[in-house]
């Protein structure tokens, strides 16, 4: 598999505190990452300062495939608070948003921008909702939406930040599994940061455990047979991490 992103002794600080101390792994095309971790352990800073939203104190941030830029990277933040019900544009309005915002000079959706808004409002199963204004949706509704905007200009990355956080287990399963397929379907590379190391292990391939530096990365595998691993967390809580072992 080919490297499409490299973060090689990375450090953030926030003042004179450091934030994320020494990080480095690697991203390659096609893998399905779960990024887990205590509150305020770092993971929605590392992703930030992967997408050049926070500055990087040392260390560096290397996409070595020349096909991948941070341009090309769907972005999905963490919702912060509730949505305006007067709020007056539509999901496809929205959703539409993903293609304009990389459009220079004259802005406007041409006729196969509007088949490919049509296209990924079908995929993710919302296209009955185009004309429905955003201040009405549910949650899992709102997060399809923004999942459709970061996904409609065919990113070969994508960044998800607690994107199922506040869903009930039915609606959270659907989304996991949605993404599921765009990562085996379309080989989309899905970073999914998550508090919920039990839920996401079902369905990444890998995982990456933050608290300010890595502590461990690889596959589940690899860390439920790691000795590494078992003294770090304890026997029950590295058993309960390693969802395999409940069909076991």
């Not at 995929?123 to 909702?129: A, E, F, S, W």
């Not at 989304?175 to 993404?179: E, H, K, V």
């Not at 999914?192 to 039990?198: E, K, L, P, T």
């Given at each position: 598999?080919?490297?499409?992103l490299e973060?090689?002794?990375?450090?953030?600080?926030?003042?004179?505190?450091?934030?994320l101390?020494?990080v480095?792994?690697?991203?390659?095309?096609?893998?399905?990452i779960?990024?887990?971790g205590?509150?305020?352990?770092?993971?929605?800073?590392?992703?930030?300062?992967?997408?050049?939203?926070?500055?990087v104190s040392?260390?560096a941030?290397?996409?070595?495939?020349?096909?991948l830029?941070?341009?090309?990277i769907?972005?999905?933040?963490?919702k912060?608070?509730?949505?305006?019900?007067n709020?007056p544009?539509t999901?496809?309005?929205?959703?539409?948003?993903?293609?304009?915002?990389h459009?220079?000079?004259?802005?406007?959706?041409?006729?196969?921008?509007?088949?490919r808004?049509?296209?990924i409002?079908g995929?993710?199963?919302?296209?009955?909702?185009q004309n429905?204004?955003?201040?009405?949706?549910?949650?899992g509704?709102?997060?399809?939406?923004l999942?459709?905007r970061?996904?409609?200009?065919?990113?070969?990355?994508l960044?998800?930040d607690?994107?199922?956080?506040?869903l009930?287990?039915?609606i959270?399963?659907d989304?996991?599994?949605?993404?599921s397929?765009l990562?085996k379907?379309?080989?989309?590379?899905?970073?999914?940061?998550?508090?919920?190391?039990?839920?996401?292990?079902?369905?990444?391939?890998?995982?990456?455990?933050?608290?300010?530096?890595v502590?461990?990365?690889?596959?589940y595998?690899?860390?439920c047979?790691?000795?590494?691993?078992?003294?770090?967390?304890?026997?029950?809580a590295?058993?309960?991490?390693c969802?395999?072992?409940n069909?076991?």
């Open positions: 598999m080919r490297s499409v973060i090689k002794n990375v450090y953030v600080k926030y003042g004179n505190e450091a934030v101390q020494n480095s792994f690697t991203v390659e095309h096609g893998d399905y779960g990024v887990v205590p509150n305020g352990s770092g993971k929605t800073t590392m992703m930030k300062a992967l997408l050049g939203l926070v500055p040392g260390g941030v290397i996409f070595p495939d020349k096909n830029k941070k341009e090309n769907g972005y999905v933040q963490q912060q608070g509730g949505t305006d019900t709020f544009a999901v496809r309005e929205i959703v539409s948003t993903g293609l304009i915002v459009k220079k000079g004259i802005k406007y959706l041409t006729s196969q921008d509007k088949e808004v049509d296209e409002l995929t993710l199963q919302i296209k009955d909702l429905k204004k955003v201040g009405h949706l549910s949650g509704q709102y997060q399809r939406m999942l459709a970061a996904l409609v200009n065919r990113p070969g990355m960044i998800l607690e994107p199922a956080s506040a009930d287990p039915k959270r399963d989304l996991f599994l949605i993404l397929e990562n379907n379309q080989g989309i590379t899905i970073l999914f940061v998550s508090h919920d190391i039990g839920s996401i292990g079902k369905y990444t391939n890998k995982m990456l455990y933050l608290d300010r530096k502590v461990f990365f690889g596959d595998e690899q860390f047979q790691s000795k590494d691993m078992t003294e770090y967390f304890g026997y029950e590295q058993h309960n991490f969802w395999r072992h069909h076991e």
